[in-house]
């Protein structure tokens, strides 16, 4: 699939969501504090940077699963139509767990998750995203924590990508075409 041409111009550095993500991590310790386990679920494949900074911040025992759903494909338009496409490995059934995603666009992938997840009842379920798009909410749906909330731009870096591409920018960029 061929791109029309872009630059990305640095929106948050990566100093300011390492900064972000302590001050997180304390909010997260506070309301968990005393779990015997927290379950941090990512969902694949945006939030593998995110929850790997994220849960090396948190003074909390904690297990890593992971869950991909999807609503985009390769495109920048969501399809709407969200599909679990992995699902977790472990139980979940009286745990905490915190769900943990990249962007809230539409609202449409983590009102499904958590909907999806909330049927195996969890003790605790909780969510926080690195980015949030409020501008463009169709799903009347707000992350538990929010790293950022961001006008509507198209983003890449830090995880997120533009067709499998920039998910290795250590900061949040903004794409601009310029084809």
């Given at each position: 699939m061929s791109h029309p041409p872009y630059v990305i111009d640095e929106m948050i550095s990566a100093k300011a969501?390492?900064?972000?993500?302590?001050a997180l991590a304390r909010e997260i310790h506070a309301e968990f504090d005393g779990t015997d386990k927290l379950v941090v679920v990512g969902l694949l494949r945006g939030s593998f940077v995110f929850i790997a900074d994220l849960v090396r911040?948190?003074?909390?025992p904690v297990e890593v699963d992971f869950l991909e759903a999807s609503s985009y494909g390769d495109g920048m338009e969501s399809s709407r139509e969200v599909r679990i496409l992995k699902d977790l490995r472990g139980q979940i059934e009286g745990r905490d767990v915190l769900v943990v995603e990249d962007?809230?666009?539409?609202?449409?992938?983590?009102?499904?998750?958590?909907?999806y997840l909330a049927t195996r009842q969890p003790a605790r379920l909780r969510t926080i995203a690195l980015l949030d798009k409020p501008a463009r909410r169709e799903v009347p749906f707000k992350a538990t924590w929010t790293g950022f909330e961001i006008p509507d731009e198209f983003v890449v870096g830090y995880g997120i990508d533009y067709g499998q591409r920039n998910r290795n920018l250590p900061f949040i960029g903004k794409v601009r075409f310029t084809g």
């Open positions: 969501i390492a900064a972000r993500i302590e911040e948190l003074d909390l962007i809230v666009d539409t609202g449409h992938t983590l009102a499904k998750v958590t909907e």
